[in-house]
């Protein structure tokens, strides 16, 4: 393997709630930059969401957030791509939300929007360190601009069967995934992390073939497949380990940082 890049998912795959980074994770990335390969994250989060962890992890390379929407450096405001959501498909996202009874926000490419502050988004602002913007009118009639990404949250029990009714119902139209359990995304049909990878690759002069990427969601399936080397922690969904090269031990024990050093310095 010539890998030059490595891009890595950050929830449940670097890092989690309880453990966030590991100094594990500090000391490795820092040898992996060390022998001259570069260091990149990829994630669903919002890209001010992620930057705290690009600055704890002393990563400098454009940051992919919004599950490939967005690819933006991390020290300036200059962007690599950005895909948002169209705005009539995002009115049917909004629609198919009050269809199915369920809570939705949606994104700029630095906020988020809600109808009002409640569980969910007090839940998710939490996890994510992040503060939505409430605006206690009908979301679908204040929309006024193509929507970075839109994300819905479910109940565990629930969120199979509504992701399956919304990627049929916008087929052809959205890119429709999950990160989580109980989370459903919305992203531009050519929105994806493994799009954003290869945006990465042309941007440095690279291939594909010399990036190697680690993740665990639905979300990940996509750059796992399409880098030349791919790697799912042990805890991924099933998609995810199907599409991978290697599968290395689970995020609480510091598996993607065991994948970097078996793969990347001890090679």
Partial sequence: MDIKLLITDLDDTLISETSGVTDRAKSTIAKVKGKGIKVAIATGRMHSSAFPYAKELNVVEPITSFNG??????NSDDVI??????????IEVLDFAKEVDKYIQYYSKEHYYVYEHCKDSDLYGYRTGTRAIEIKK??????????TKLLMICKHEEAEEIYNIAVKRFENKLNITRSSDTYIEFNNI?????????ALAEYYGFKLENIMSIGNGGN???????CG??????????EAKNAADFICPPQVEDGAVIAMEQFLLNR
Avoid at 138 to 147: E, S, V
Avoid at 220 to 226: A, C, E, P, S
């Fill in 69 to 74: 929407a967005l690819v933006k450096h991390v």
């Fill in 81 to 90: 791509l950005h895909a948002p959501v169209d705005y009539n498909y995002a």
């Fill in 138 to 147: 009908d979301i679908r009639k204040t929309l006024d601009f193509d929507p």
């Fill in 190 to 198: 050519n929105a994806s992390k493994g799009a954003a990878c290869k």
């Fill in 220 to 226: 990940d399936v996509d750059m796992i497949q399409k």
């Fill in 229 to 238: 080397f791919g790697v799912a922690v042990e805890n991924a969904v099933p």
